[in-house]
Each structure stands twice: as structure tokens, then as C-alpha cells.
């Protein structure tokens, strides 16, 4: 069993950074594949990034390419989304979740763990 408590979302200006980080409990988080999810208000929940077990191979969605960055530090049990430039649009609850699987996905029904979410809001 994994636990996953996420922290560092708020309110920030367009144009801003944020970084939220993702703690994770149990001794099999070097295992896992990790990634974070948003979802809008009104809307279905959507994949923003992943990151390999390891944290050689990152995937992310076309909306934050080159705005968003993944990584992990598997000695802290830890995932973190630096997240710049952002929008209105990426105003959302973020979750972050984890797959038994080592290798990325973005398909939402393969992770098997995920957190309470936190909260971003980007104000314009």
C-alpha cells in the first residue's frame, strides 16, 4: 500500500511558478511510475505529466510542454511538478498518483494509488 500526500499548491499570477512536490510512503516508491493529474472545475480529471521509475524517460501533455517539469527524488520518496508560466487555464486540482507498473503512462485507469489533490489557481 502507498500513500500519497501532495502540498505546495496556492494562488498565483499569470506568469508565475509554482512547485508542488508529492510524498510518497512505503518502501516500493523506487518502483513505481508517478504522475500528476489535474481537474477543472466542470470538467473530467486530465494527465499533465509522468516520470519513470528511475526518472529517465518523462512524458507530458501538449498543454504543459515546456512549461511543466517532472522529476523525482526516490531517497525522499518524493515527486515534485515545477510548474512555470503559468495560465488561467491551468487553474485546477492536482493529484498526484503512482503506477506498480516502472514505465510511464498517461492513461489515468493504470495508476493504482493517488492523493487527496492541491488545490492551483491562477489568477489573470
Known amino acids: 500500500q502507498v500513500q500519497l500526500v501532495e502540498s505546495g499548491g496556492g494562488l498565483v499570477q499569470a506568469g508565475g511558478s509554482l512547485r508542488l512536490s508529492c510524498a510518497a510512503s512505503?518502501?516500493?516508491?523506487?518502483?513505481?511510475?508517478m504522475g500528476w493529474f489535474r481537474q477543472a472545475p466542470g470538467k473530467e480529471r486530465e494527465f499533465v505529466a509522468t516520470i519513470s521509475w528511475s526518472g529517465g524517460n518523462t512524458y507530458y501533455a501538449d498543454s504543459v510542454k515546456g512549461r511543466f517539469t517532472i522529476s523525482r527524488d526516490n531517497a525522499k520518496n518524493t515527486v515534485y511538478l515545477q510548474m512555470n508560466s503559468l495560465k488561467p487555464e491551468d487553474t485546477a486540482v492536482y493529484y498526484c498518483?503512482?503506477?506498480?507498473?516502472?514505465?510511464?503512462?498517461?492513461?489515468?485507469?493504470?495508476?493504482?494509488?493517488w492523493g487527496q489533490g492541491t488545490q492551483v489557481t491562477v489568477s489573470s
Open positions: 512505503g518502501r516500493t516508491f523506487s518502483n513505481y511510475a
Open positions: 498518483a503512482a503506477d506498480r507498473s516502472p514505465a510511464v503512462t498517461m492513461f489515468e485507469a493504470k495508476y493504482d494509488y
